[in-house]
């Protein structure tokens, strides 16, 4: 099993910054891929990025191309999001997640263990 825990959300500016983490327990963190999704209110959860367990391959949604950066550190069982150029619509509820192998990398159903989230929220 992999436990996910979120941290670094909170209040910012539009075209501010923020480093979300997502620190997971257990052994099986570097086996596994991974990706952040959001969810802003009233709206569906949303994939934002992915990352393969090797840091060789990522993917963004393209809301958050070129200002957002998916990272991790296997060493730390440590996921990252740097969001930066950040603007109102980045408001939403943000969770890591890790992903089952083979399924599609951007729809929830592909991911097993979730966080409990951590908001963001951007003020204009």
């Known amino acids: 099993q992999v436990q996910l825990v979120e941290s670094g959300g909170g209040l910012v500016q539009a075209g501010g910054s923020l480093r979300l983490s997502c620190a997971a327990s257990?052994?099986?963190?570097?086996?596994?891929?991974m990706g952040w999704f959001r969810r802003a209110l009233g709206k569906e959860r949303e994939f934002v990025a992915y990352i393969n367990r090797a840091s060789t391959s990522t993917a963004y949604a393209d809301s958050v191309t070129g200002r957002f950066t998916i990272s991790r550190d296997n060493a730390k069982n440590t996921l990252y999001l740097q969001m930066n150029s950040l603007r109102p619509e980045d408001t939403a509820v943000y969770y890591c997640a890790a992903r089952i192998d083979s399924r599609i990398l951007t729809l929830p159903s592909g991911y097993d263990y979730w966080g409990q989230g951590t908001q963001v929220t951007v003020s204009s």
């Open positions: 257990g052994r099986t963190f570097s086996s596994r891929d």
